[in-house]
């Protein structure tokens, strides 16, 4: 029974993360005419109002996006996720993953949405409901990843997102991964992890990069040093088939969160290249 709802957590510093890295993602995906397939292993309900039920019980957003409403001035990739938040007489909506990668597709590109969770599924089927070039399924999303690959056109974008309510995500995210690559070599896989335990994380991206040889970046950023007392004070994205110019990018706009985010004077934040290629 899967108890997480996004919805708590969306625009917190964990998705400033790992959303820009999404749009950077999708500009190099795009920067080909040829189509691509975006894949989204854990959609979730794909926008959210800031003036939920659920957004005002943590107020998490308030220290992430909410940082940056209706500042100016910000990093490429801050300005474009800020362009993707609406503002309306009604509320704020945070755009979740399915949402951004949509605004992103063109004619010749498509997409695979997977989502578990009942309530979030229908929202999600709500929140695209223009979107006929995205499929969706209310199916396990690593199954499905496995099943989508190789795309037709040899060119993929997936992010894998998940809760990690099942401690076996950890073990179970690089099998996939490995399966996945073993399916489509170029695949562009990006992954999301908590830092929570550093142990178990980095065992985890240990495990994932194991036998590569495609480039591999990790980032991360936090409003916390590692600590066994704070639950999640980082998150990371490591990005496999990453694009040579992403570390680049976030190599400026990283530390510029991170001075902007921490909570103890030290900004936190890691862009480290993994596997070169
Ligand atoms: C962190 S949220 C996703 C947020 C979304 N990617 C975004 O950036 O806006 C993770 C979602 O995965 C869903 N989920 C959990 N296990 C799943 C599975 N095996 N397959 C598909 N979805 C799953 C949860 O219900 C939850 O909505």
Redesign the pocket.
């Given at each position: 029974m899967?108890s997480?709802?996004?919805a708590y957590?969306?625009g917190n510093i964990a998705?400033l993360l790992?959303?820009s890295v999404l749009l950077a993602l999708l500009d190099h995906m795009r920067s080909k005419d040829k189509g691509f397939k975006y894949i989204?292993?854990?959609?979730?309900?794909?926008a959210y109002s800031l003036r939920s039920e659920f957004s005002e019980k943590t107020a998490e957003w308030q220290r992430g996006i909410g940082r940056h409403l209706g500042s100016n001035a910000q990093h490429p990739l801050l300005d474009k996720l800020l362009s993707a938040v609406q503002t309306t007489d009604t509320g704020v909506v945070y755009p979740?993953?399915?949402r951004l990668a949509a605004s992103a597709l063109r004619r010749q590109d498509s997409g695979a949405c997977?989502?578990?969770?009942s309530t979030?599924a229908k929202l999600l089927a709500n929140n695209l409901r223009s979107q006929a070039a995205i499929k969706l399924y209310q199916?396990?999303?690593?199954a499905?990843l496995l099943s989508q690959l190789p795309t037709p056109t040899r060119r993929a974008l997936v992010?894998i997102?998940?809760?990690y309510?099942l401690k076996t995500d950890y073990q179970e995210i690089p099998k996939t991964v490995h399966k996945a690559l073993s399916k489509m070599e170029n695949a562009v896989i990006a992954i999301?992890y908590p830092v929570v335990d550093r142990d178990l994380s980095d065992a985890m991206v240990k495990a994932l990069t194991a036998g590569l040889s495609q480039r591999v970046d990790c980032f991360e950023l936090g409003e916390r040093a590692d600590s066994e007392g704070y639950g999640m004070t980082s998150s990371g994205m490591l990005v496999i088939n990453s694009p040579w110019d992403l570390a680049q990018s976030m190599s400026t706009l990283l530390p510029e969160l991170a001075a902007q985010h921490s909570l103890d004077g030290e900004p936190h934040y890691r862009c480290d290249n993994l596997v070169a290629r």
């Amino acid at each position: 029974m899967l108890s997480y709802r996004h919805a708590y957590h969306a625009g917190n510093i964990a998705d400033l993360l790992k959303h820009s890295v999404l749009l950077a993602l999708l500009d190099h995906m795009r920067s080909k005419d040829k189509g691509f397939k975006y894949i989204d292993t854990h959609s979730g309900a794909g926008a959210y109002s800031l003036r939920s039920e659920f957004s005002e019980k943590t107020a998490e957003w308030q220290r992430g996006i909410g940082r940056h409403l209706g500042s100016n001035a910000q990093h490429p990739l801050l300005d474009k996720l800020l362009s993707a938040v609406q503002t309306t007489d009604t509320g704020v909506v945070y755009p979740g993953s399915p949402r951004l990668a949509a605004s992103a597709l063109r004619r010749q590109d498509s997409g695979a949405c997977y989502e578990l969770h009942s309530t979030d599924a229908k929202l999600l089927a709500n929140n695209l409901r223009s979107q006929a070039a995205i499929k969706l399924y209310q199916s396990d999303g690593l199954a499905g990843l496995l099943s989508q690959l190789p795309t037709p056109t040899r060119r993929a974008l997936v992010l894998i997102d998940p809760s990690y309510e099942l401690k076996t995500d950890y073990q179970e995210i690089p099998k996939t991964v490995h399966k996945a690559l073993s399916k489509m070599e170029n695949a562009v896989i990006a992954i999301w992890y908590p830092v929570v335990d550093r142990d178990l994380s980095d065992a985890m991206v240990k495990a994932l990069t194991a036998g590569l040889s495609q480039r591999v970046d990790c980032f991360e950023l936090g409003e916390r040093a590692d600590s066994e007392g704070y639950g999640m004070t980082s998150s990371g994205m490591l990005v496999i088939n990453s694009p040579w110019d992403l570390a680049q990018s976030m190599s400026t706009l990283l530390p510029e969160l991170a001075a902007q985010h921490s909570l103890d004077g030290e900004p936190h934040y890691r862009c480290d290249n993994l596997v070169a290629r």
